[in-house]
């Protein structure tokens, strides 16, 4: 194995987690809903994604319990924000801590136990291509999961009239609700998709990229997914673009450092951050771009008139 | 939402009262030992050390000793609400056990001058109910760069570093001396990771270093990540701050283990019986504050060397830093047969030569 595929296939897992809760994110706010609470989901998909392999002795079935952990955990969200109508800002903050929180009581049990890794798949004949069949073809399931969760949401999204329903509730939800949409299931729908996505993406976290359950496992994650979206201007192949380069402008600082480039380090971990605000500047540029994606009811709460 | 809010308020505002009154009440009666840490306490490495300290003072007194600790503190402005808040909360004695914590634990420290304070791998002593106390890590890198100079086949070890702090950068050095003293030409290569504890940053910086060749990967940060990693590759790995020994069970050459049980102990009963005075600490093997997990996955010549090493440094008959020492700029450190003076070691800047990385400021 070359250098080069070598640090590709470490960009590839860095970038997974990103783009499956990404993704997720970018679904929840197309229907008007701001959820804060990415990072809350992820560790609790890591625990519970953990919890499950350790029980069941297998990593798949790990991975279903991180989806549904966060696809629960959303729920509360849920809750909270489309039929209490609770801020959306706040319950996502409140998330967040709050899984970060829960997650370490429910792990204690599982702290310092060496994990179950998920095995990577290998798909024969396609593996064997040179140089991409490795890196493409011989992958964890949760890698082709993300690749398949790409194709499926851009093509919903804008290809199906659920897609489209999603998107009209999220752009003006009274005006979905007057042509007899029901607009909190429809939420409440998108939620738990993004949910599981999280979850799943936390799973990654636990299951493939570090096999072992430690508190704060997600490390800020969640929050480089959500501004992930608006980097992508809610576009999911811009997802795509983006959480890929975040992951490989993570790991090309670390091998700039390894090879003796005498260029700070703390700027080199900077820099993912410094293209966020550069692409953002270069989005909000063009501002007719930009409302055109944008979802107008986001964030905002919905009570139907009776 | 609101009444939520109100409720939350007001169970938090009764907490407070609940754990403030007999504290205060008390006082006399118990000594109130506090910890601030860093990381979580289930990070098996740094954190969980220190707690493991907490655990024996509990074991010791008894119930002539409350605790209390705080986990996963930021460095930073947190810090100091959080040491300030258990200055409040009727602590006596409170330790901050991460260097980030030294101004926020100096300026809570000259507000409260009946609580004692203690800060690990400081050195500032501002007031005096500060004392600083560490470890001298940097006796069991140099057991371990001998141990890797010894091992690696490629010549080049990985060194996955936290923050550019005199106490890593002392760290490097003294694995790079060690590895010296085996094999001249023996190469280090670092990274760093600019944080203490992030499983996924330290994996992503282990496989980096061994994509680039390192058969040897020792880390200076907290996570157990990047001894899996190295399981994982087939590379052998140093474990950190705690015996890391069942994540590498074919991979674990030794780790450095932090042993603050004694040093709590001692501290906490010094505040019981009124001896206790500004101080500033800093043992070594010599103590027993630092002690090296059992050699495994390593011939027994070099198990032996690494024996025969760690037994000259603990009794003080070879100390790390010991001339001839070039500095990385190729001037002269050391003389032949000179020692380090504290006051260098304390606010280590520089690299010695060997080291492939230019340090940040």
């Known amino acids: 194995m070359g250098v080069a ?21 970018l679904v929840t706010e197309r229907s008007g809903v701001l959820n804060l609470g990415v990072e809350g989901m992820m560790i609790m998909g890591a625990v519970a994604g953990f919890a499950f392999a350790q029980i069941s002795g297998s990593a798949y079935v790990g991975a279903l319990g991180g989806m549904l952990a966060g696809a629960v955990f959303s729920l509360l969200f849920a809750f909270l924000t489309l039929s209490l109508v609770a801020n959306q800002v706040a319950t996502g903050l409140a998330l967040t801590i709050l899984g970060l929180g829960l997650s370490g009581l429910l792990g204690e049990a599982y702290i310092g136990q060496p994990g179950i890794k998920m095995e990577p798949i290998v798909i024969p004949l396609l593996s064997q291509i040179p140089f991409i069949g490795k890196l493409l073809f011989a992958q964890d399931l949760i890698f082709y999961i993300s690749i398949a969760l790409l194709i499926a949401v851009n093509w919903f999204l804008f290809r199906t009239r659920a897609g489209l329903t999603l ?22 729908m998108a939620v738990i998709f993004g949910g599981a996505c999280s979850g799943l993406a936390g799973a990654h976290l636990s299951l493939v990229q570090v096999p072992q359950w430690v508190e704060n496992m997600s490390a800020g994650r969640g929050w480089i997914a959500l501004a992930l979206v608006v980097f992508a201007s809610w576009r999911p192949m811009r997802v795509l673009f983006g959480a890929y380069l ?57 009570v139907p008139d009776r | ?12 505002a009764g907490l407070v009262a609940a754990a403030g009154a007999p504290a205060l009440a008390d006082s006399h009666a118990k000594t109130k030992a506090c910890f601030v840490y860093v990381g979580p306490i289930g990070d098996f490495g740094w954190s969980y050390q220190h707690h493991q300290g907490l655990l024996a003072v509990e074991a010791e007194f008894g119930d002539k000793v409350e605790t209390a600790y705080l986990e996963s503190v930021p460095e930073g402005a947190d810090a100091e609400r959080a040491v300030e808040r258990f200055a409040r909360s009727g602590c006596n004695i409170v330790f901050t056990t991460s260097f980030g914590y030294m101004d ?10 009946d609580v004692m304070f203690e800060h690990a791998t400081g050195y500032k002593r501002e007031s005096d109910n500060v004392s600083t106390y560490s470890s001298k890590f940097f006796e069991g890198r140099y057991i371990q760069g001998q141990i890797a100079a010894k091992l690696s086949k490629t010549g080049v070890a990985g060194y996955i570093a936290s923050f550019p702090i005199p106490e890593v950068v002392r760290g490097i050095n003294s694995f790079i001396l060690g ?14 990771v600019n944080t203490w504890f992030d499983p996924g940053k330290e994996s992503d910086a282990a496989k980096t270093l061994i994509d680039q060749g390192v058969d040897i990967v020792t880390q200076h940060t907290d996570s157990t990540a990047p001894m899996q990693v190295a399981a994982e590759r087939g590379i052998m790995a140093f474990g950190q701050a705690s015996d890391m020994y069942r994540f590498g069970e074919k991979t674990q050459l030794t780790a450095i283990i932090d042993d603050w049980a004694p040093y709590y102990i001692e501290r906490v009963n010094a505040v019981m019986d009124g001896t206790w005075e500004s101080q500033d600490v800093w043992h070594g093997m010599d103590h027993g504050s630092v002690a090296m997990a059992p050699y495994t996955n390593m011939p027994d010549d070099v198990k032996a060397l690494a024996e025969e090493t760690e037994a000259k440094i603990k009794s003080g008959e070879f100390t790390p830093f010991t001339g001839p020492i070039t500095k990385q700029d190729g001037s002269q450190w050391l003389a032949d047969g000179e020692t380090a003076d ?20």
Request: aromatic residues 8%; glycine residues 8%.
């Open chain 1, 5 to 25: 595929e070598a640090v590709l296939l470490t960009i590839i897992t860095a970038s997974t987690p990103l783009l499956i809760a990404a993704l997720g994110e």
């Open chain 1, 167 to 188: 998107r009209s509730v999220g752009d003006n939800h009274s005006s979905a609700h007057a042509l007899g949409i029901n607009v909190i299931a429809v939420r409440y």
């Open chain 1, 246 to 302: 975040f992951g490989a402008v993570g790991i090309a600082q670390l091998h700039i450092q390894a090879l003796g480039f005498s260029v700070p380090s703390q700027f080199l971990s900077s820099l993912p951050y410094i293209a966020t605000i550069i692409v953002l500047v270069i989005i909000s540029g063009n501002r007719r771009l930009t409302l055109i994606n944008t979802p107008a009811s986001l964030g905002k709460g919905f």
């Open chain 2, 1 to 12: 939402m609101k009444k939520t809010l109100a409720l939350v308020a007001g169970m938090a």
């Open chain 2, 104 to 113: 926020a634990t100096n300026k809570v420290a000259a507000k409260f001058p």
């Open chain 2, 179 to 192: 590895a010296q003293s085996i094999n001249p030409d023996f190469k280090l290569k670092v990274v760093w």
């Open chain 2, 342 to 361: 504290i006051g260098t070691l304390l606010g280590m800047n520089f690299y010695v030569q060997g080291v492939d990385d230019t340090l940040p400021n």
